[in-house]
């Protein structure tokens, strides 16, 4: 009775922290819509024309309110998948090796449809992308009724390959409108606040998993029943936002117009990057390698904590939650930052967080080692959605060529937890840590090296109307 009040107050714990996260995320991007600068910016932003090509002042605060709630999909997405590999082993009898194919169709997912996501986005625009993006996400978590009545391990892949589809499509769209609705001066700001709600998906999705799929007790494992009707609910669900994005107004985006009218309004001069340059591809690679960071810690973190840690199974299951916790407070607190610091700066700082924190936790052999990583995922809250405004910025109409490139890193979730497992496998745990460490350090010269480094297309003629200082840069200061 003791522990399931103890288990009650920090399920309580976590709805209750994650409602205050959402509560301040709306207060701040409200905000954010308000500030001074960005309302003076926002002011000589050419708007998009009507189809009559007439111009029309538009406000994207609930535009973009409703693509941030797309955000939230792909956390609560990926936090059932580790949930989802407990109980198909536990109910199909299936090998950890098989449980890992899941991992591979969903992270591989990004990596197949990215490119065609990206061209069907310049083909149809954002509305019916995303509408499109939300049916594939319907089909396949229907698919999950007819898989889990024949018990065919092969159908739930499958199924996670459509629902990862779907989502591919999302993030193509909702990361690339974000980032350009406003001033590219905050495209980091709020591209990281939009992905905060992604971080409250991945938070309270394990809970609510614990009840429907185990009833709040792990040894009702005996049936699908319960993974059956929650995807289907959870198909039903989307449906209705995909009804809601059919009646709303999501008006599409002129990027090589803003830059003009931003560059007018600064006195800046803006050039559009090409797609050959360097800061676009380095951050597509750093992209790979940070995602694979982030899904390889995740799927280590409960395995650190029983061995160095020596915490029961439950107990480095709730660590867990409370380290994703942290990383959504993280991002919380890199929105809050960027109002005062550069976005590479702050991702350089984050970078040399996150790098201290690893090599603790691989040189500290005690059980307070496995608080290290939840500093960890701290630290690397702001890396995705910094990386993505960062490799992406100035593109212009390029933009929806571009940011596929970027989404297809998150394919390297598909890559990085195997590299972990055999090396945790074959040596240990610790050592096993040296393949993130790796990687927060290459995420450090991107945020101080790479980003800088950007090749303007040579065909292109100035957007802006000032004639000075060509080779300047065109990063906001």
């Given at each position: 009775m003791t522990q399931l009040k103890r288990k009650q107050k920090i399920n309580y714990l976590f709805f209750s922290t994650s409602f205050f996260i959402l509560f301040c995320f709306y207060i701040t991007f409200y905000y954010c819509t308000k500030m001074s600068t960005w309302g003076r910016i926002k002011a000589k932003i050419v708007p998009p024309k009507t189809a009559e090509g007439e111009e029309q002042t538009e406000s994207y605060f609930i535009p973009g309110a409703l693509v941030t709630v797309l955000f939230f999909l792909w956390g609560f997405s990926y936090g059932l998948l580790d949930t989802l590999n407990k109980h198909f082993q536990n109910t199909l009898g299936i090998t950890t090796t098989q449980t890992t194919y899941m991992q591979v169709a969903y992270f591989g997912a990004y990596f197949v449809i990215s490119p065609i996501a990206g061209l069907i986005l310049k083909r149809i625009g954002y509305k019916k992308t995303i509408i499109l993006g939300l049916l594939l996400y319907v089909l396949g978590a229907l698919c999950f009724?007819?898989?889990?009545?024949?018990?065919?391990?092969g159908g739930f892949v499958g199924a996670l390959f459509t629902i990862a589809s779907g989502l591919a499509i999302l993030e193509n769209c909702a990361n690339t409108y974000i980032a350009i609705i406003g001033s590219r001066r905050w495209a980091s700001l709020r591209i990281n606040l939009s992905q905060g709600f992604n971080g409250i998906g991945t938070t309270i999705s394990p809970i609510i998993a614990s009840y429907a799929f185990f009833g709040g007790n792990e040894s009702q494992t005996g049936n699908l029943e319960s993974v059956k009707w929650t995807y289907v609910g959870v198909g039903c669900g989307v449906f209705l936002?995909?009804?809601?994005?059919?009646?709303?107004?999501?008006?599409?985006?002129d990027e090589e117009a803003q830059m003009k009218a931003e560059g007018e309004a600064t006195g800046e001069v803006v050039r559009r990057?090409?797609?050959?340059?360097?800061h676009l591809w380095l951050g597509a690679i750093t992209q790979f390698i940070y995602t694979g960071n982030q899904v390889a810690i995740a799927s280590m973190f409960i395995y650190y904590a029983t061995i160095v840690g020596d915490y029961s199974d439950s107990f480095s299951s709730q660590l867990l939650a409370l380290g994703q916790m942290c990383f959504t407070i993280g991002r919380f607190v890199g929105v809050i930052l960027m109002r005062w610091f550069r976005a590479d700066h702050l991702l350089a700082f984050y970078s040399v967080g996150a790098i201290i924190a690893t090599i603790c936790a691989i040189a500290i052999n005690t059980r307070e080692a496995t608080y290290t990583l939840m500093v960890i995922l701290f630290f690397e809250s702001i890396?995705?959605?910094?990386?993505f405004a960062l490799a992406t910025r100035d593109l212009g109409r390029n933009y929806k060529y571009g940011a596929p490139i970027l989404i297809m890193g998150v394919g390297g979730g598909a890559l990085f937890p195997s590299m972990m497992a055999l090396t945790k496998d074959h040596k240990n745990i610790h050592l096993a840590f040296l393949i993130p460490l790796a990687g927060f350090v290459v995420e450090f010269l991107y945020a101080v090296f790479g980003s800088k480094w950007v090749k303007y297309a040579e065909d292109d003629k100035e957007i802006a109307t000032s004639d000075d200082d060509k080779n300047s840069t065109t990063y906001a200061k």
């Open positions: 009724y007819p898989a889990a009545m024949n018990r065919v391990y936002i995909a009804v809601v994005f059919c009646f709303a107004h999501i008006p599409e985006f990057a090409s797609m050959k340059s360097p890396m995705f959605p910094t990386n």
